[in-house]
């Protein structure tokens, strides 16, 4: 089965099925590259290896030399990041075990190599402590981090700087960075393997503010919607917070497993497509599940997170461990723990809950009969949180409103929501986040 894209050609669905042996480790990052006619090849990048396949037919391609020299030399790698150039080449850049950042031109020759100036570290470091741990690309910015440090790469320049120590005085280590543009100049978001993040002044290294996620737990990722101005820190899987990129205050915390409808969360990306005229949060589970969300603000400034396709099995054996986004095919890109690959096009599922939304918003309006009362509080404001993965027992529906019932987890004033994966789903959302801590 194929994906549409905006040629004529069918993009395959399902990338490595067939390669059982010879996989090590798993899916750091994927991209989906446009060549002639039309036609499309995926990269994907593991710790021993960049395959390419065919977009079309799922056939593994050959890699070019420049690549397969670059692996000799510096394999295993440790990093991924994608982003686009000042021109309109693409770029990806992928960090290595032995502190080495190699910068591709996707679909041209490899790029340069970049390294830290071993004569700043001071005393030698092991050589698992150079491991890139972080990287990141904003507008030809790449940024990159490791045990300690972090450094990006302006115009030719390289510049350095120290993450602040734990109260113990050892170095934390950077595993997760995200570039917010504000009006004073960029800043560079860490997340770190201590439980905090840490802000940069990326013109000056300037530390800004550093502050912790509520836990020790490492920062497992972090996702930022430019269009709402706001970050996700997810930590050690389990947890989530949501951060204002303009105060700096945390807006709420919830549980993992709320935001992906009953699974911890494995990877997550935001991406802001213009082309659908929304922010959207993609959230992949443990347990293979995709959760799609789209995230606004209010006048109030507080936000909403609506549900629009939850897909509780989506072919995949094991975690989610990259997620990226193909904007000219509106195509989320899914790479599991066995150097699988998976190809979702959300254009439709988005499409369908869009045109379901002004029908259940003037559904809502209508006055309900008196048995829907006991799925439905008076001076409903919001939509319901998602129901779980599994099916609701025969107890948990009413008769009246013909869907589960979440009483116990229900904020006041919500209203009874959509069942699993269904198109209704584009109308149940979060509580309000009330821009305050908990």
């Given amino acids: 089965m194929g994906l549409t894209s905006s040629s004529s050609k069918q993009l395959a669905s399902h990338f490595g099925e067939e390669e059982a042996a010879g996989r090590r480790g798993p899916t750091l990052g994927c991209v989906l590259l446009e060549g002639e006619a039309g036609s499309y ?68 020759a490899l790029g340069p190599e970049l390294h830290f100036e071993e004569e700043n570290l001071g005393a030698e470091l092991p050589a698992l402590a150079k491991s890139i741990t972080a990287l990141h690309m904003y507008r030809g910015q790449l940024f990159a981090g490791t045990c300690g440090r972090c450094f990006w790469h302006l115009d030719g320049e390289q510049r350095e700087f120290h993450l602040p120590r734990t109260p113990e005085g050892e170095p934390p280590t950077a595993t997760s960075l995200v570039a917010v ?167 439709e599922h988005v499409s369908t809950s869009q045109e379901m939304l002004p029908v259940r918003k003037a559904a809502s309006q209508v006055p309900e009969p008196a048995g829907a009362a006991a799925g439905a509080m008076p001076g409903a404001t919001e939509p319901p949180l998602p129901p779980p993965p599994q099916p609701p027992s025969p107890s948990q529906i009413s008769p009246a409103a013909g869907e589960p019932r979440r009483d116990a987890e229900l904020s006041p004033g919500a209203e009874p929501g959509a069942a699993e994966g269904a198109a209704e789903g584009a109308n149940a959302a979060f509580p309000v986040f009330a821009g305050q801590s908990d």
């Avoid at 710790?47 to 394999?75: C, F, M, N, T, W």
Wanted: aromatic share 6%; net charge negative.
């Fill in 181 to 347: 543009p504000k009006e004073a100049g960029l800043q560079l978001w860490v997340g770190m393997d201590t439980g905090s993040l840490a802000v940069f002044e990326v013109e000056t290294g300037m530390l800004v503010r550093t502050f912790s996620c509520g836990g020790p737990e490492i920062v497992v990722a972090l996702a930022f919607s430019e269009k709402t101005s706001v970050v996700f820190a997810l930590s050690a899987h389990k947890r989530v917070g949501i951060w204002d990129t303009d105060s700096y205050a945390c807006l709420q915390k919830y549980p993992a497993e709320l935001m992906t409808c009953g699974a911890d969360l494995s990877a997550m990306g935001a991406f802001d497509v213009v082309s659908l005229g929304m922010s959207l949060l993609v959230l992949a589970g443990v347990d293979g599940s995709l959760c799609l969300r789209r995230i606004t603000r209010r006048e109030d400034r507080k936000l909403n997170c609506i549900l629009l396709w939850y897909l509780g099995d989506g072919g995949m054996e094991c975690p989610i461990t990259s997620v990226n986004f193909h904007y000219e095919t509106e195509t989320v890109l899914l790479g599991d723990a066995g150097c699988r690959v998976q190809l979702q096009n959300i254009k």
């Fill in 41 to 108: 090849q995926l990269l994907v990048v593991t710790p021993l290896k960049i395959q390419v396949y065919d977009g079309h037919s799922a056939k593994v391609l050959q890699a070019q030399e420049s690549v397969e020299s670059a692996l000799r030399s510096h394999a295993p790698l440790t990093a991924f990041c994608q982003g686009a150039s000042t021109s309109s080449s693409s770029q990806m850049a992928v960090g290595c075990q032995d502190g080495a950042v190699l910068r591709f031109n996707l679909g041209c």
